[in-house]
């Protein structure tokens, strides 16, 4: 695996949350004036995210339902706004921890078309993340031909160029998304995104509607475009085998914080925190035959009530009094791993 | 060498629609002895959990089963009239859906579908029926049971669901049952609780159960054999060493080989170019033969008898040889 | 790498495109079948009218008093043969129907494509910006929808006089509701898909996305919509005229020819109300027997 030779980073998310809050309506509201207990409910979907995409390197995110993975990804991605903290592009060419000026922040939501452009996002369902009223040619060719990324004369050209490139006869090009099979409409949506010549791709858990079959094809695809394109990938899963695979660096949320990251390798062969260790225990393998399923007791908790101090303290083994009470903040206990666990030392 | 409890035989299900006929099952057979877990693995289209709803006479109108038989502890369900097979069906033949919400009315609750369910098969009172519901659900490791009956489905979360419909399908102690893909849709924790209840339950009990997966490693954990669907006939079953170990036909050796935790990380993975085919134009001769490697002009104009050895059977010309790590 | 599909074809339609699926379901079933033909042949009855009616009932030089009034198959003075009859002007009721069709169906699919064009534009608006603009529209739809269609066209007239296009507008100030409410919600639905989004990250403009991305998905069900709405725009245009306060008497509706009929028929004069109201009713009748089946073809497609 060609690790990038320079570090640069690209992506900084510094501090992000995302709440959701239910606003209460006016007959709660009422209600609440009568004198009956009614509070609105907040949901931290993300909950102060810090860390940094390098450039050149696959960033694996991994997390069950509820983790927050895909709200954070779409933030990064530009669709929705984080309420607190900041997420910033940082130019190619600039120095190294120096965003120049034409980082425009993300939280603003506005942006110059060109740095949009630069982050794509590949989506989940096949199905319904392609318009199906739209020939491919069209959903592929749009997007270039309205930023002017490509002339009206050379349209069909690109397309067919791009088709190919992410493993598309042309020819079908007139023809409609229900006509493929869902790997192949995977593929139009990564054509859709290339189109507009990225540096960043976000996959938001985009071979886990596929047959395992048609995931390696696609997961090579991926491997692909990276070696050709010098692409930069944050892999959203909750496929620990395919990050495994994929990515350079990993990183674990657990109901909207982030309580481990550490390089791909050193991750799997030593993971310290204690949900990361359960996590990758129950992860089915091949090799494993008839063995005794173990897991980490209790249910994911809501995110309207997540626990106090440590989320995971109520299903940790190791729970201490302190874990109930202070959250325990990302801390560096060996070379780019880092924890956030009370019990961990750090180094 | 007791019968087996389910005995499916050379299975034929097929569609008649107005695109033509759709073969989505095409000789299938296999057998489930008594406490015996049987993988069915094979993705979509494949036609596993097509089998799976044909054991239980779940097809519905165009589909209807045009051939084989379907022997559950030596009785040809595929005889049975209607009423026959719904005593059956939840009483001693259970199943279990990838969607819980398949098994669930969403506007009852829990305890309202459990006693319902318990009073269609036994004649008991209904605070004897609420007992055993409440013993079902404890035994599937539901937490606090007598507060998860009194809930509505959309109340639970989705694993909780799953274990609901897990219950109500124990709850007369079902000497088979058939799980289409109840795990798939679940958190990989939750996951790992379900896979650990449901292994208890079967050493517990003594049922057979057929768990039809596209996972294979799910599968390679929880089950005594294998047996591995493409395009509507099985190609491959032995015990899971057999299968995992000495894989003999090309799909399932591709199927293996393109999980990522066979590769090397970084590496491309091994896929199988192309696609499966649709079941309305299945290809003369071997199903496989477009996308198989050691394809040659037999494969592409008969297609395979079964052959193996003792309970390793494939339907292959070339069945590839040498064990794999 | 190939694409699966390979369909059974018909020559030159491919049958599971949605122009397949609309003709199959026009066509396939026998009585849909007759109501689509009874359709088509009204509309072409109505646009060719003046060329194939065996007179022109509006001129008043050919008209004969003294043929008022005859029963269906008789012979005039002229010797004109009076298919259904005439009117107590002398006017044969075939030619006057078919002219009565024309303007019947000229209102009716007036009113609707305006009221359609308005309605989904709304609809498409209030669903994609949500929040405000959507509370706003959707209350003035409910508003709409709150009256009955004829009280609030009947107060409309009464300000605006009599006149094709105050008839027409009166109409699509009630209907625009009906497309408005069924096009945001489909919209709403839509609006949530992950294509949007990527028409989002892919930094197109609001026009782009709720005219070139959204507006097409909401199209079946606007289709179907039209269709009953123009069968409910001829019926309440003929309402109007019956009651006089709908298109003026130089200008006959269907409605208009059942009112000056009324008259008649208690002195037995039957054929001058009751061929004009066979008329209205198998117009009518069929559109909505073709909306309907429209409706149930192409909403499996929308589920997809």
């Known amino acids: ?347 | 060498m007791s019968t087996p409890t389910l005995s499916v035989q050379h299975l034929r299900t097929h569609f008649f629609t107005g695109a033509g006929v759709a073969k989505a099952v095409d000789d299938a057979s296999f057998d489930v002895a008594p406490g015996e877990i049987v993988g069915l693995v094979g993705e979509s289209g494949s036609g596993k959990s097509i089998t799976g709803f044909s054991v239980l006479g779940l097809i519905d109108a165009p589909g209807r089963i045009v051939g084989g038989r379907v022997l559950f502890k030596g009785e040809d369900l595929t005889a049975l009239t209607p009423e026959a097979l719904r005593r059956l069906r939840g009483n001693r033949i259970a199943m279990i859906f990838q969607d819980p919400m398949m098994t669930l009315n969403p506007v009852l609750r829990i305890d309202t579908q459990m006693v319902e369910a318990v009073q269609a098969h036994a004649r008991v009172s209904k605070h004897a029926a609420r007992q055993r519901a409440l013993e079902a659900l404890a035994s599937v490791g539901m937490p606090s049971p007598g507060e998860r009956l009194r809930a509505y489905p959309h109340q639970l979360s989705g694993g909780m669901r799953q274990r609901v419909a897990i219950a109500i399908a124990l709850l007369h102690d079902p000497e088979l049952i058939i799980a289409d893909e109840p795990t798939t849709a679940l958190d990989v924790t939750i996951q790992a609780q379900i896979l650990a209840e449901m292994q208890k339950l079967c050493a517990r009990s003594h049922t057979a159960m057929v768990w039809v997966s596209h996972d294979l490693a799910v599968v390679a954990g929880l089950a005594d054999r294998i047996c591995v669907m493409y395009a509507g006939r099985v190609v491959e079953t032995g015990s899971v060493d057999d299968i995992l170990e000495r894989p003999r036909h090309p799909y399932t050796i591709g199927l293996i080989d393109s999980l990522p935790e066979k590769a090397r990380r970084g590496e491309p993975l091994k896929q199988i170019p192309g696609m499966a085919p649709s079941a309305l134009h299945l290809p003369v001769g071997c199903a496989f033969a477009p996308r198989c490697p050691y394809a040659t002009a037999l494969c592409r104009s008969a297609e395979p008898p079964v052959s193996g050895e003792g309970v390793h059977l494939y339907r292959c010309f070339h069945p590839c040889s040498g064990a794999r790590a | 790498m190939r694409a699966t599909a390979t369909f059974p074809s018909w020559r030159f339609v491919d049958r599971n495109s949605t122009l397949g699926i609309v003709l199959r379901s026009l066509f396939g079933k026998p009585a849909v079948a007759v109501a689509t033909c009874i359709c088509l042949a009204l509309v072409v009855i109505a646009l060719f009218a003046p060329w194939i009616a065996p007179q022109n009932p509006y001129d008043l030089a050919a008209l004969n008093i003294v043929d008022g009034r005859l029963p269906p198959g008789a012979r005039g003075a002229s010797g004109h043969l009076y298919l259904l009859g005439s009117d107590a002007l002398g006017r044969d009721m075939f030619a006057a129907m078919m002219y009565g069709l024309r303007i019947s169906l000229g209102v009716g699919l007036l009113s609707g494509a305006f009221a359609m064009t308005l309605g989904t534009t709304l609809g498409l608006v209030a669903a994609y910006f949500g929040r405000y603009v959507d509370t706003l529209v959707m209350r003035a739809v409910d508003l709409m929808l709150g009256f009955p269609t004829i009280l609030v066209a009947l107060m409309m007239l009464a300000i605006l006089g009599q006149g094709v296009d105050k008839v027409v507008l009166a109409l699509v100030v009630v209907q625009w509701a009906y497309f408005a409410r069924t096009v945001r919600a489909i919209a709403a639905v839509e609006r949530r898909k992950e294509y949007m989004e990527a028409a989002l990250c892919l930094g197109l403009s609001h026009r782009r996305a709720l005219f070139s991305q959204l507006l097409p998905n909401c199209l079946p069900p606007v289709i179907v919509i039209a269709l009953v709405q123009i069968a409910a725009a001829i019926s309440a245009e003929a309402t109007l005229s019956f009651l006089g306060i709908g298109l003026p008497v130089t200008q006959p509706s269907l409605g208009l020819l059942i009112a000056n009929g009324y008259q008649q028929l208690i002195a037995g004069f039957y054929w001058i109300s009751v061929f004009p109201g066979l008329l209205l009713l198998v117009l009518v009748f069929s559109m909505n027997i073709v909306g309907d089946s429209l409706r149930e073809a192409l909403n499996p497609r929308l589920q997809k």
């Open chain 1, 1 to 347: 695996m060609n690790a990038p030779d320079v570090m640069a980073p690209m992506v900084e998310i510094d501090h992000v949350s995302r709440r959701f809050v239910r606003r209460l309506n006016y007959a709660e509201r009422i209600a609440g004036w009568l004198g009956a207990r009614t509070y609105e409910q907040t949901v931290h979907a993300v909950d102060d995210v810090s860390f940094t995409i390098h450039r050149g390197e696959v960033v694996g995110l991994v997390g069950e339902s509820g983790c927050g993975k895909s709200t954070l990804g779409r933030m990064v991605a530009g669709i929705g706004a984080p309420t607190s903290g900041s997420i910033r592009t940082i130019e190619k060419g600039a120095g190294a921890g120096a965003p120049n000026e034409q980082g425009a922040t993300r939280a603003a939501g506005r942006r110059a078309p060109r740095h949009r452009l630069a982050t794509q996002m590949i989506f989940q369902d096949p199905l319904s993340s392609l318009n199906p009223r739209k020939r491919v040619r069209d959903i592929i060719g749009e997007a270039p031909l309205v930023h002017g990324i490509v002339r009206r004369h050379e349209l069909d050209a690109y397309v067919a160029e791009v088709m190919e490139r992410v493993g598309l006869n042309p020819d079908f090009r007139t023809r409609f998304p229900h006509q493929f099979s869902g790997g192949q409409r995977q593929r139009i949506g990564i054509g859709r995104a290339l189109a507009v010549k990225p540096d960043f791709l976000i996959c938001d858990e985009s071979i886990a509607a596929l047959d395992v079959s048609i995931q390696a094809q696609i997961i090579n695809l991926f491997i692909r475009l990276r070696r050709d394109l010098g692409l930069t990938y944050l892999f959203i899963s909750h496929d620990l085998g395919v990050v495994e695979h994929i990515s350079d660096r990993v990183a674990i949320m657990y109901l909207g914080r982030i309580v481990e990251t550490a390089p791909t390798i050193e991750l799997f062969a030593n993971p310290q925190h204690p949900y990361t260790i359960g996590l990758l225990a129950q992860v089915p393998r091949l090799s494993n035959r008839k063995r005794q399923f173990e897991s980490i007791h209790g249910e994911i908790p809501s995110p309207l009530a997540p626990p106090e101090g440590c989320h995971f303290h109520p299903r940790c083994p190791y729970a201490t009094q302190r874990c109930r009470t202070e959250r325990p903040s990302l801390r560096a206990t060996g070379a780019a791993h880092e924890v956030a666990c009370h019990l961990v030392e750090v180094r």
